[in-house]
């Protein structure tokens, strides 16, 4: 399994941009589908972006699309999420995490490993 290690979160205004990196360790990156997912405090995990294993494919929340942008860098075993026109419920700490198949939607328990998490926090 890989090593994920996310950074980019922070406060921000609404109406603002973020983005999210999440670094993965190891030589079969690109074997690996990626997902971004978010906890905000009393919620359950929710899913946010998708992303194939060449990133050809990418699948979106119904809350975040055409606000959010989930690409990768095979080259740098990286996975980025972009966030534009940020509101205040985008506020959680986002999750990166790795999956062995490629589905639309990622099921949390299919996840290989986790990252730590990056608190992403919107001010209205």
């Known amino acids: 399994q890989v090593q994920l290690v996310e950074s980019g979160g922070g406060l921000v205004q609404a109406g603002g941009s973020l983005r999210l990196s999440c670094a993965a360790s190891?030589?079969?990156?690109?074997?690996?589908?990626m997902g971004w997912f978010r906890q905000a405090p009393g919620k359950e995990r929710e899913f946010v972006a998708s992303?194939?294993?060449?990133?050809?494919?990418?699948y979106y929340g119904d809350s975040v699309k055409g606000r959010f942008t989930i690409s990768r860098d095979n080259a740098k075993n990286s996975v980025y999420l972009q966030m534009n026109s940020l509101k205040p419920e985008d506020t959680a700490v986002y999750y990166c995490?790795?999956?062995?198949?490629?589905?639309?939607?990622?099921?949390?328990?299919?996840?290989?490993?986790w990252g730590q998490g990056t608190q992403v926090t919107v001010s209205s």
């Open positions: 995490g790795s999956f062995k198949f490629f589905r639309a939607t990622q099921n949390i328990a299919d996840a290989g490993s």
């Open positions: 190891g030589r079969t990156f690109s074997s690996y589908a």
């Open positions: 992303i194939s294993y060449s990133g050809a494919s990418t």
